[in-house]
């Protein structure tokens, strides 16, 4: 019989219902997820989604986002990520608001792939990963209290909100470097911090950052502090000098973290490919991981882009790749092609009760 999933540790009762054997279960949430979902449920795949507590990724903690196309007037980043949640809801995609905890993923065609939320196992014949990447943080006082008032960790998404602005990036390697290239065409002047005197970039990287009249390189200096100023935005960063502890007070902006980001593939890093730095490898240019039945979209496999847009494509082709995969490739017969589910109407109070 299909399941009734509830939470009583939460405030809100879950009143989402799993079938014996799911079609299709999206981990993670986030435009890749949101477009996974809004494509298999256009075609009556009836997906179920484990979007997590902090659904929506990253662009929960965003502000304005003008650079994805739909929106001429930009849009707040959680109104955008509601939106795409809506619309897969309209089809018929099923949430649960909870965090995988475990996936156990088949190895062979046909077989089942089993979801763990807590203490609930969910079957499933395809799944698609959109756990997304986090940001690598400096930890230090006023990084996340200024988050989205100053502090910043995409260049190419926030560049245009600092025009003529005094800004830092923070960072040694080539995404430092083409972040503080790109932002040199916006602000008045870029600071690139560094904590040693030789850079991790590409020469040609470095160079090009060189060569831009208003980039300025400062090391060996790493952030001690953000503060901000009587707005509550961000004002200054307050450096330390590595060799002789020494502060120096940078009045700023903008401030771009560019040390790498961290994918969350933590629940399948020993069950899939993936790369030294944790990305979900997929072949060719599918969204196909080693497994059969398993897709990978958005920035868990993405260390290039990272951005919206370039997620939701990713996320549109691993629906169509699980679709091509379940047409093909059949289960025994007992469970082939899960029948739709009942309809469960039940009030929070009667379940909780």
Known sequence: MPALYTSESKVRVMTTEIKDIENVVIVGSGPAGYTAALYTSRADLDPLMIEGFAWGGLLQQTTDVENYPGYPDGVLGPEMMQDFRNQAERFGARFITDDATKLDLATEPGELHVVHVGDQEIRARAVILAMGAEPKKLG???????????????????AAFFRGAKTIVVGGGDT???????????????????????????????????DADNIELLTPYVVDRFEPGENGSLSKAILRNVEDDSHRELPITGAFVAIGHRPNSQLVEDQVD?????????IGRSTKTKLPGVFAAGDLTDHIYRQAVT????????????????????????????APPERIEAAAESAAS
């Open 140 to 158: 230090v006082p006023g990084e996340d209290e200024l988050a989205a008032r100053g502090v910043s960790y995409c260049a190419t998404c926030d």
């Open 176 to 210: 430092a470097m083409e972040d503080a290239t790109f932002l040199s065409k916006f602000a008045g002047k870029v600071t690139i911090v560094h904590r040693r005197d030789d850079f991790r970039a590409s020469a040609i990287m470095l160079q090009r950052a060189i």
């Open 274 to 282: 993936v790369d030294p730095n944790g990305y979900v490898e997929v």
């Open 311 to 338: 997620a939701a494509g990713t996320g549109c082709m691993a629906a169509l790749d699980a679709e091509a995969y379940l047409r093909d490739t059949p289960v025994d017969a007992e469970a082939h092609w899960a």
